[in-house]
């Protein structure tokens, strides 16, 4: 790893972030027990636009990427700009924690931690904001919209963001249950999955239940579908070569007594390798075209490429590690392998270098450890002041300024 100047101390800046825990933390709780989904983020947005105007930062805009809010801490003189980015849209699961500031609107939840990314962000821009301006280059705050699945980084890069702020680099982060407390993790070059959606529609032919010779049954032909799916990650892939293919969504049929005449499949491809991502629509249609074709049945199948890998870069990686060295102390942050979980930040490191890390948030204690996406998901909000700590030593080593004023 090249050498990478750092500029705080991890008693200093660690100790200053959690000066703010109370405050953060309350607005973490009160995101939490009013969570938007993705381009519904008003009330959330408000909140974060009004912040960053009562900090005095230039160039606060709302509605890009039609529901999400930049501000821009400028620095004393010209040099590069960092983004930091939070997301801020929740998911619709019903919250079933018994916690005092649980969802308060049936259905929806922040089951993703977002709410935590957007009050760590926060966060963040107060801690740097009481700091000074940097010597040179500036800070964005990136409030992004709708990160779940309808690509809210994608709607902030075509409305300008990028360029409108002249963004060099990216960072940004995400709650981990698996990780303890306190912990960091990152991955170098390809970091996580490229998350591509299918659906599928099994034509047969509905009749009697009680005749099954006179119908064709698509009930029947999708089992023999999903079994044969699976072979493509089995024995159609290099098994060095990661590939997920789920179904997560079955639905035919209308009465036990009746052969259903179609069923849809609703599911997810998650790959690695870009190569093999361009092959998957071909693998999957001729398993499906074989299947349907042997038992007299018909299908429409439909694949979308959604997001694309995140890749990070090694020299921000190198000095995201350096600066975890210092800000929690040797070894606090390790290297991990990827996930084949989807992000949209791989929006941004398609333009420019970037780098995503995990933040620990799991703690035994506090019943914290449930996974991304569970109803009983919550976090350790000790981590709460590493988040800042960590985005904002960032930001100032990335700029290579000297401590501010």
């Known amino acids: 790893m090249d050498h990478v100047p750092v500029l705080y101390r991890s008693s200093e800046i660690l100790a200053k972030a959690s000066l703010l825990k109370e405050e953060v933390s309350s607005w973490r709780r009160d995101f939490h027990q009013h969570p938007e989904l993705g381009f519904e983020e008003v009330r959330t947005s408000d909140i974060v636009a009004r912040h960053l105007e009562q900090l005095g930062l230039e160039g606060v805009q709302r509605g890009i990427g039609r529901t999400g809010v930049v501000g821009l801490l400028r620095g004393r003189q010209p040099g590069p700009t960092i983004g930091l980015r939070a997301d801020m849209d929740a998911l619709p699961i019903q919250d079933q924690k018994g916690a005092e500031y649980s969802s308060r609107v049936p259905g929806k939840m922040h089951a993703c931690g977002h709410d935590a990314h957007t009050s760590i962000l926060m966060g963040a821009a107060k801690f740097l904001s009481q700091q000074g301006r940097p010597e040179r280059g500036n800070i964005a705050f990136v409030f992004q919209p709708a990160e779940e699945g309808l690509g809210g980084a994608r709607e902030m890069i075509k409305d300008g963001l990028l360029t409108a702020y002249r963004i060099d680099a990216m960072a940004g982060l995400h709650v981990f249950p698996g990780i303890p407390t306190g912990q960091v993790t990152a991955v170098r070059g390809v970091s996580c999955a490229a998350a591509d959606r299918i659906r599928i529609n099994i034509i047969g032919r509905g009749g009697h239940a009680a005749h099954p010779h006179q119908a064709i049954d698509s009930v029947a032909v999708t089992a023999e579908v999903l079994s044969a799916l699976q072979h493509i990650a089995s024995r159609q892939v290099n098994p060095l070569?990661?590939?997920?293919?789920?179904?997560?969504?079955?639905?035919?049929?209308?009465?036990?007594?009746?052969?259903?005449?179609?069923?849809?499949?609703?599911?997810?491809?998650?790959?690695?390798?870009?190569?093999?991502?361009?092959?998957?629509?071909?693998?999957?249609?001729?398993?499906?075209?074989?299947?349907?074709?042997?038992?007299?049945?018909?299908?429409?199948?439909?694949?979308?490429?959604?997001?694309?890998?995140?890749?990070?870069?090694?020299?921000?990686?190198?000095?995201?590690?350096?600066?975890?060295?210092?800000?929690?102390?040797?070894?606090?942050?390790?290297?991990?392998?990827?996930?084949?979980?989807?992000?949209?930040?791989?929006?941004?490191?398609?333009?420019?270098?970037?780098?995503?890390?995990?933040?620990?948030?799991g703690n035994p204690e506090k019943q914290t450890q449930y996974p991304l996406h569970h109803p009983l998901f919550d976090l350790d909000e000790d981590a709460l002041p590493v988040g800042i700590a960590m985005l904002s030593a960032l930001a100032l080593n990335y700029l290579g300024v000297g401590r501010p004023d």
Do not use: W
């Open 241 to 361: 070569d990661p590939v997920v293919i789920t179904i997560g969504k079955i639905q035919g049929g209308s009465a036990s007594n009746v052969i259903a005449p179609e069923v849809e499949l609703l599911g997810t491809v998650r790959t690695l390798n870009p190569a093999l991502r361009e092959q998957m629509p071909g693998k999957l249609e001729t398993v499906i075209k074989g299947v349907t074709t042997a038992l007299g049945a018909s299908y429409e199948f439909d694949y979308h490429f959604g997001y694309p890998s995140i890749v990070n870069d090694d020299r921000m990686v190198d000095r995201l590690l350096a600066t975890s060295d210092q800000v929690l102390g040797e070894g606090k942050c390790q290297l991990a392998a990827p996930s084949m979980g989807g992000e949209d930040f791989s929006y941004y490191t398609e333009h420019v270098p970037g780098v995503f890390f995990r933040l620990g948030t």
